[in-house]
């Protein structure tokens, strides 16, 4: 049986990732922060001949989270998990982020998804097997200026999940960081801007999987947006503004 922890699991990419694992001999473990639509999903997946545990839990709560997961993998040893919880932020005007916004986003989107994954990287090293996903974005090497917290939690998730794929890979333990671009998902719906090559969380879901059952250090997609965002970060100021220009949003509200 294989073993899968998604957090985030109650729409979008996390939902999506969830229904392209269920399938008979898969057991999933889904997590969000709402209990009714996190199990909706579960029965769709349940549906597909998956065997499925959902907690309604915080990615917040440092502690909860590394009970949940200790017992989570006492009964189930954990095989993949993917850390998907997250939070868009910017602002709903346009204008400058604010402090309570900006440290919300890095609750969240940084020391949640770490609430996750360094209890996992224990609980795997002890054993000597296992994989990690940590999603990012590719705002983590082409920041948006109307997202500063956003894009600044992917860069350190980026950054983090390569640091730890070369400290533990000779132990067993994979450590991967997935960048995707623009997916329809209800997050990515209150973005009110321009939103190249975007495509939807099904498709994501299914890049991703390729991307992990590969063990690439990064899956980064659609390629042609990647590579212009590899880019950006090595050109000069003025000419990085004017590509960056175009990506420029409001937050219709704030989830």
């Not at 709560?61 to 949940?68: I, K």
């Not at 063990?215 to 390629?223: C, E, M, N």
């Amino acid at each position: 049986m294989s073993v899968i922890l998604i957090t985030g699991a109650s729409s979008g990419i996390g939902a999506a990732l969830a229904r392209h694992y269920a399938a008979p001999g898969h057991h999933l473990i889904l997590n969000a922060r709402g209990a009714d639509r996190l199990e909706a999903v579960a029965r769709a997946c349940r549906d597909r001949g998956a065997t499925v545990d959902v907690a309604a839990l915080d990615v917040r709560d440092r502690e909860a989270v590394g009970r949940w997961l200790r017992d989570s993998d006492a009964l189930h040893p954990l095989d993949l998990v993917i850390v998907n919880a997250g939070v868009n932020g910017g602002h709903p005007t346009g204008g400058i982020e604010t402090e309570e916004t900006a440290f919300e986003t890095v609750d969240i989107n940084l020391n949640g998804a770490l609430n996750v994954a360094m209890p996992c990287v224990t609980l795997m090293l002890a054993r000597g097997r296992g994989q990690i996903a940590l999603v990012s974005s590719l705002a983590a090497y082409a920041p948006l200026p109307d997202a500063p917290a956003y894009s600044g939690t992917k860069a350190a998730l980026l950054a983090h999940g390569l640091a730890l794929r070369e400290k533990i890979r000779h132990r067993g333990v994979r450590i991967n960081v997935v960048t995707p671009g623009y997916v329809k998902t209800p997050m990515g719906g209150d973005y009110k801007g321009w939103r190249p090559l975007e495509m939807s969380a099904d498709q994501a879901a299914v890049r991703i999987a390729r991307g992990l059952e590969r063990d690439l250090d990064v899956i980064a997609f659609p390629r042609r947006l990647a590579a212009a965002a590899r880019g950006a970060g090595l050109l000069p100021e003025r000419l990085r503004r004017l590509g960056m220009h175009g990506f420029r949003f409001q937050i219709r509200k704030r989830r």
